[in-house]
């Protein structure tokens, strides 16, 4: 079994910092990602999803990809600008593509990709609804196949489903899938900045620079993060979740266990930064990023969070809240 930690669990609201809009030129058709068949309806834009995938790409992650809209990709598009000396507007236009496309040429923004055996393996169970519940399994696992695919493509089922109309997510199945960046950081992160007011934690390496950026819910007026200073004291990369009532207000008033993984209160990705409650962790809903609030711990989507564990190390990784 995994370490134990004691990790504070999401809840309430949090208002977002203020974010320039998205701006889409009017015509731009080397923004459409090339996915026929695919039924986009509502708010939903191909553009929005092509410019997302790039961000993910590039290291500044749009948190979950859904082709819509929002605080989470102009964070993204804002942290992109900076990053490359461009000017912080958040609109997207032609400059902003080419520096996008730059470092992929033309390389697809969706690829095909045949379901295997192993993504469709496992017990398939929905999540209980009380932790009380959670405490009587072996492992929080996906509910579906859908939601597993989903989170190994870093996209909602809502586009999942959208870019493949009708088909089961069966082993030997051909779908279309968002063509993501790579699984690890290039190069180890030596100090972790969180900012507080702009929802974003950003990596650097020991030379000062800028790795990567992540979208993240940090603390609540209720329960704040820390401030100041602190380190990675270690990492479980398949945490459990312990609720104990003497230290937490909220839940009921007995202590329980919950087993590792995606689904459990932390998504299972726990980066312990040395006191008693305080991390950075995952989610069990990745769309929820930057827009709840959590109980004082930094939380992110379990592939952001999985991405930024391999990089660190205990004992010599910074961490700098402001």
């Known amino acids: 079994m995994p370490a134990l930690f004691r ?40 553009q929005i999803m092509a410019v997302q995938v790039l961000l993910d790409r590039a290291g500044h992650s749009p948190g979950v990809i859904d082709g819509y809209s929002g ?10 600008e900076q990053a490359n000396g461009m000017k912080v507007d958040g609109e997207v236009d032609e400059e902003l593509l080419a520096a996008l496309r730059s470092r992929f040429g033309s390389e697809p923004l969706v690829k095909t990709y045949s379901v295997t055996s192993e993504d469709v393996s496992g017990s398939f169970r929905p999540v209980p609804s009380s932790m009380a519940q959670m405490a009587t399994r072996d492992w929080i696992g996906y509910s579906s196949p859908a939601e597993k695919l989903a989170e190994k493509f870093h996209m909602t089922e809502g586009l999942l489903e959208a870019l493949n109309p009708g088909k089961s997510f069966s082993a030997g199945t051909e779908i279309l899938v968002a063509q993501t960046g790579s699984t690890a950081l290039e190069g180890k992160v030596a100090r972790i900045e969180i900012d507080k007011s702009a929802s974003e934690v950003r990596a650097y390496d020991g030379d000062g620079n800028l790795l990567a950026t992540f979208p993240a819910t940090v603390g609540s007026s209720q329960f704040p993060s820390p401030s100041g200073a602190m380190e990675v004291n270690a990492v479980a990369p398949e945490a459990n979740y312990t609720f104990d009532p003497s230290d937490q207000e909220w839940g009921g008033d007995e202590t329980l266990i919950i087993p590792p993984g995606p689904n459990n209160p932390i998504g299972g990705v726990w980066i312990d930064l040395g006191k008693a409650g305080y991390g950075i962790h995952g989610t069990s809903n990745p769309s929820s990023i930057a827009k709840n609030a959590s109980h004082g711990c930094v939380r992110l989507t379990n592939w952001d969070a999985r991405n930024l564990a391999s990089a660190v190390e205990a004992g010599s990784t910074k961490v700098v809240f402001n």
């Open 7 to 46: 990790p504070a669990l999401a809840a309430g609201l949090l208002a977002s910092a203020p974010l320039l809009p998205v701006a889409m030129p009017a015509t731009a058709q080397t923004f459409e990602a090339d996915v026929p068949g695919a039924v986009f309806s509502d708010e939903r834009s191909k």
């Open 71 to 80: 605080g989470n990709t102009s964070r993204a598009l804002a942290a992109f």
